[in-house]
């Protein structure tokens, strides 16, 4: 088994403590078989929530699925002691927010979308249900009378 952190890198204005949303939160995902090399072609999200047996009773993971191609099951777990907000001191850094323990898969790219949530840098106002999909995000504080942002989101997947 191998872990694969996702880091996080984006321009935060005004805002502190970006982070998946909730146990439900989906974590969309492209994934490549380690053993043959076929690229799943549409993504796929996983959840804290979800838990599958393993076969052979080894525990559970988030995702257990079968290669298409090669048909050699593979499996990806989310590990929840990994999850780390995104705050305002690490803006415009590469910052480690999750890791996957995978066996047979690599995660090759993720799509941020709907359900993260930050507070105000100043104030803690929270802001809940923050859609990444367009890489850009803007709103207004309205306790500090001023703009909230999160720009030029970027992501990349290292071993650990």
Same mark, same amino acid.
């Given at each position: 088994?191998?872990?694969?952190?996702?880091?996080?890198?984006?321009?935060?204005?005004?805002?502190?403590?970006?982070?998946?949303?909730?146990?439900?939160?989906?974590?969309?995902?492209?994934?490549?078989?380690?053993?043959?090399?076929?690229?799943?072609?549409?993504?796929?999200?996983?959840?804290?929530?979800?838990?599958?047996?393993?076969?052979?009773?080894?525990?559970?993971?988030?995702?257990?699925?079968?290669?298409?191609?090669?048909?050699?099951?593979?499996?990806?777990?989310? @590990?929840?002691?990994?999850?780390?907000?995104?705050?305002? $001191?690490?803006?415009?850094?590469?910052?480690? =927010?999750? %890791?996957? &323990?995978?066996?047979?898969?690599?995660?090759?790219?993720?799509?941020?979308?709907?359900?993260?949530?930050?507070?105000?840098?100043?104030?803690?106002?929270?802001?809940?249900?923050?859609? @990444?999909?367009?890489?850009?995000?803007?709103?207004?504080? $309205?306790?500090?009378?001023?703009?909230?942002? =999160?720009? %030029?989101? &970027?992501?990349?997947?290292?071993?650990?």
């Amino acid at each position: 088994m191998v872990k694969f952190a996702l880091q996080f890198k984006a321009s935060l204005e005004n805002l502190t403590q970006l982070r998946p949303h909730g146990e439900d939160f989906r974590w969309f995902l492209k994934l490549k078989c380690g053993n043959c090399g076929e690229v799943s072609d549409k993504w796929q999200y996983i959840t804290l929530m979800d838990s599958v047996p393993l076969k052979g009773g080894r525990g559970s993971a988030s995702m257990v699925q079968r290669c298409k191609l090669c048909s050699r099951e593979n499996s990806i777990d989310i @590990l929840a002691a990994s999850l780390h907000p995104y705050n305002a $001191e690490d803006s415009e850094t590469f910052k480690t =927010i999750v %890791e996957f &323990e995978c066996r047979g898969l690599e995660p090759i790219d993720f799509q941020p979308q709907a359900g993260f949530a930050a507070e105000g840098a100043e104030t803690g106002t929270p802001f809940h249900e923050i859609n @990444l999909q367009e890489k850009d995000w803007t709103d207004y504080d $309205e306790k500090a009378k001023e703009s909230v942002g =999160i720009y %030029e989101v &970027e992501h990349r997947f290292t071993k650990c």
